[in-house]
């Protein structure tokens, strides 16, 4: 489905006179699903590709976008309603796809954050870590732990304790409302490899609202 903006959208110049240009946008949406679509859906038409992907050495993300109270959070982790998010149905997909290639190949997890411009490592105390260049055109997260997982089970208990150490605020649209953007990155490959065979990326987007749209409050964590 495409939509395309009004033909002209006016933007604010950065130019010091401050006039406004007229400039054209167009934008391409793939797919739209409406308020009655379940993440089984919403999984089946964008994720599950990805994982299938990752076995043959893609390096693939996966991104939720929006207003705080959208559903962000609601698609990647599922709640009391919808309990299956697109964290544990690829990682079913995953180790169904493991469990036909024998035990040299495994699957090994990070989860982060990124919040006031640093990162924080989810699975290890919060510890801080940094984003360098490894001078081919890669970004390398120093210091992130990296754990192997073995079954769907021991990857949620990973997702479970590295979203309770998530930095998170009280906002007038949600009550609990998480204030930074987590990654987490499941990642095959040979078992003591220096580098994976594939990586998928889920990164939940903090609220793409300015701060005094929802009266946030001061931040937790």
Do not use: W
């Not at 996966?62 to 009391?80: E, N, R, V, W």
Request: net charge positive; aromatic share 8%.
């Amino acid at each position: 489905m495409i939509r395309r903006p009004p033909r002209s959208t006016l933007m604010r110049s950065s130019a010091a006179s401050d006039v406004y240009k007229r400039q054209e946008h167009r934008f391409a949406f793939d797919e739209v699903f409406d308020e009655a679509t379940d993440n089984a859906a919403v999984y089946a038409r964008t994720a599950r590709p990805l994982v299938a992907a990752m076995f043959k050495g893609a390096r693939a993300t996966c991104f939720a976008y929006g207003q705080t109270g959208s559903g962000k959070t609601h698609t990647m982790l599922g709640d009391g309603a919808a309990p299956d998010g697109l964290y544990i149905l690829a990682a079913r997909d995953l180790f169904a796809q493991l469990a036909t290639l024998g035990d040299d190949t495994v699957c090994t997890v990070s989860f982060f954050e990124i919040y006031g411009g640093k990162l924080f490592d989810l699975l290890a105390a919060r510890t801080k870590c940094f984003a360098r260049d490894n001078g081919q055109g890669q970004v390398l997260i120093r210091g992130l732990s990296a754990h192997q997982v073995n079954n769907v089970d021991e990857l949620l208990a990973c997702v479970t304790r590295g979203s309770g150490a998530r930095s998170v605020g009280s906002t007038a649209a949600n009550a609990d409302s998480s204030r930074s953007h987590a990654v987490l990155q499941l990642m095959v490959g040979r078992r003591n490899a220096a580098q994976p065979l594939g990586k998928l990326s889920f990164i939940d987007l903090a609220g793409s609202e300015r701060g005094s749209e929802t009266g946030k409050t001061l931040d937790a964590k």
